[in-house]
């Protein structure tokens, strides 16, 4: 792996454990700050808050800086308020503070594309992508188990104080390894936001949010779907999820390499069949374990099968605008990732089983195909 993209996919390390390892600790806060759960969840609220309004007003703030110091600049953000959120002892404090450190994860994903792709040889531009996602899929394998056992075992604090740390060494990784370069772009503020007034954007914002919710339907309740219907114990759950991260790190890198072969647009459609119709079997054999093992891995193969596809179709399609589209596309996915958990909870609350949440998604999914079949209509009459 090149240094440059290393140390672009450290970044995503970072931002990958920060985001997830928060579910795995919300007891543990919550104990720790004598507040309820739900009070506790508004940590998650916050933080994917914090990515939406970040993501495009960073980036436009930053066009005119050279690439190199805007990331160091957004993980020095990202640092200093998770150092803040591990040490302060105030509630409101804590909500500030996760808040902010959402701040800079959509614009990191957004210059960090750009600056991954103009790395890549000729064709190899979804491949160079996919490296630096690959930091967030091995957060979801290692560092968000080790997160969450710390947590547990010593304090959450410690946990953050960890994850801080990982924010300075990309920083430091990005100083010593990404070469000086021009700013991304010379195009206007105004000329930016003019992205969202197309309809490709648009388009591409309903795939993402629409499809990628499918998968947090289904991930958002694997652990009561593995205890009560596949009946794995609590101390298997772990397990699970190794899996899924296992699959996710794989699934990443192979569609970043289909992506090059048969364009971003037809791979994201390919991923999404692929998910729905993983998510299907997931459906029909929960109480099977052997097949919620396996069903496990492969689904975490076609849930992140889409992330680089995904990212290339943004930049492919906001010429002069291409942070800005990576960007709003991370606000997307987190858009997904709550409507995901939102409406795949529905039949849960009103009494259906934990397998039900996978039917919401089977129809997410299906309606990011249709989206996606319609943006290939709208490439050919625009080329």
């Not at 000729?122 to 630096?132: F, H, L, V, Y």
């Not at 795939?207 to 298997?236: C, H, N, Q, R």
């Not at 192979?254 to 390919?270: F, R, S």
Request: glycine fraction near 10%.
């Amino acid at each position: 792996m090149k240094k440059n993209l290393l140390s672009l996919a450290l970044g995503t390390f970072a931002i990958g454990m920060t985001e997830f390892t928060m579910m795995g600790i919300l007891p543990d806060i919550a104990k720790d700050l004598n507040i309820d759960i739900p009070s506790a969840g508004h940590l998650i609220s916050l933080y994917a808050l914090g990515v939406v309004i970040g993501s495009p007003i960073l980036v436009l703030f930053t066009a005119k800086y050279s690439p190199r110091k805007v990331l160091i600049f957004l993980m020095l953000l990202f640092a200093v308020f998770n150092g803040l959120f591990a040490i302060s002892p105030i509630y409101s404090v804590l909500l500030i503070s996760r808040f902010m450190a959402g701040l800079p994860h959509g614009a990191f994903f957004g210059v960090g594309s750009v600056v991954a792709a103009s790395f890549a040889e000729e064709g190899k531009k979804a491949q160079a992508i996919a490296i630096m996602v690959t930091g967030m899929t091995v957060a979801n394998l290692i560092g968000v188990p080790l997160g969450t056992y710390v947590g547990h075992h010593f304090s959450w604090r410690y946990t953050y104080l960890l994850i801080s740390l990982f924010g300075l060494l990309s920083m430091l990784s990005i100083y010593f390894w990404i070469p000086k370069m021009q700013p991304l772009t010379e195009v206007s503020k105004k000329s930016q936001l003019a992205y969202f007034k197309t309809k490709k954007a648009w388009v591409i914002i309903a795939i993402i949010s629409i499809g990628t919710g499918g998968l947090f339907a289904w991930l958002s309740y694997i652990a009561p779907l593995m205890t009560e219907i596949t009946k794995v114990s609590e101390d298997g759950i772990p397990f699970i999820m190794v899996l899924v991260g296992l699959g996710m790190i794989i699934g990443n890198l192979l569609g970043g390499k289909l992506a090059d072969i048969i364009t971003p647009q037809k791979t994201v459609i390919v991923c999404f069949i692929f998910m729905l119709l993983c998510l299907l079997v997931v459906y029909f054999t929960a109480h099977i374990p052997f097949m919620s093992y396996l069903m496990a891995f492969t689904t975490g193969i076609a849930g992140f099968s889409c992330s680089s596809p995904i990212q290339m179709l943004l930049i492919d399609s906001a010429k002069g605008s291409e942070s800005m589209a990576a960007a709003g596309g991370q606000s997307s996915f987190n858009l997904g990732n709550t409507m995901g958990a939102f409406f795949g909870g529905l039949p849960i609350t009103y009494g259906f089983a934990y397998n039900s949440p996978l039917l919401i998604g089977v129809a997410m999914v299906t309606i990011g195909i249709c989206f996606s079949f319609y943006y290939l209509v709208l490439l050919k009459k625009t080329n």
